[in-house]
T-cell receptor, first 114, second 112 residues
Framework: EPEVTQTPSHQVTQMGQEVILRCVPI?????FYWYRQILGQKVEFLVS????????KSEIFDDQFSVERPDGSNFTLKIRSTKLEDSAMYFC????????????FGPGTRLLVL | SQQGEEDPQALSIQEGENATMNCSYK?????LQWYRQNSGRGLVHLIL?????REKHSGRLRVTLDTSKKSSSLLITASRAADTASYFC????????????FGTGTQLKVEL
């Protein structure tokens, strides 16, 4: 069964460094998302992406964040200058269509900013 | 309170018993989805129920939706130790684009 994959599974970085989290959505899906979950807290929406542009973003998704679909398969989240509070599990998700459709999540990347 | 709150926060039952988790939300929704998360792991999709549906079944799972009360319940029948996990409801809000708003989760522990 097709699934969303994410790399790396864990990343440790120094504050102020740039990180790129990678995702391969399910191949026939058209909508892509990033969510994050700070330890012990709710899963929070960051951004949705469709047709090579951001369709919606949350207040969390500030200028330090960017997303890109560099080729036909990968979907990346870049954090330009990491902060301690960026430490979280980051989940990529994809769906076939927009509303009324299941979003399938990847296994997540655990980011630790020191 | 916030969009998507599960009740109870924690539930401990014996294997073979049924587990019921509830989710309440505040605004009008397009759909409601239930996810499972094993400790520190990814989110596994369980079931999606649309706003015009009242009940759905999938294996040992039964989900109900009451839009008049803005609430949903997830019933796991004949629970197993492997069902031990956190369960989250996530709502797709009417006019809210395609983002999901997650609840706080119910931690279910099924003991042998």
């Amino acid at each position: 069964e097709p699934e969303v994959t994410q790399t790396p599974s864990h990343q440790v970085t120094q504050m102020g460094q740039e990180v790129i989290l990678r995702c391969v959505p399910i191949s026939n899906h058209l909508y892509f998302y990033w969510y994050r979950q700070i330890l012990g807290q709710k899963v929070e929406f960051l951004v949705s992406f469709y047709n090579n542009e951001i369709s919606e973003k949350s207040e969390i998704f500030d200028d330090q964040f960017s997303v890109e679909r560099p080729d036909g398969s990968n979907f990346t989240l870049k954090i330009r200058s990491t902060k301690l509070e960026d430490s979280a599990m980051y989940f990529c998700a994809s769906s076939v269509r927009r509303e009324l459709e299941t979003q399938y999540f990847g296994p997540g990347t655990r980011l630790l900013v020191l | 309170s916030q969009q998507g709150e599960e009740d109870p926060q924690a539930l401990s039952i014996q294997e073979g018993e049924n587990a019921t988790m509830n989710c309440s939300y505040k605004t009008s929704i397009n759909n409601l989805q239930w996810y499972r998360q094993n400790s520190g792991r990814g989110l596994v999709h369980l079931i999606l129920i649309r706003s015009n549906e009242r009940e759905k079944h999938s294996g040992r799972l039964r989900v109900t939706l009451d839009t008049s009360k803005k609430s949903s319940s997830l019933l796991i029948t004949a629970s197993r130790a492997a069902d031990t996990a956190s369960y989250f409801c996530a709502t797709g809000i009417t006019g809210g684009g395609n983002k999901l708003t997650f609840g706080t989760g119910t931690q279910l522990k099924v003991e042998l």
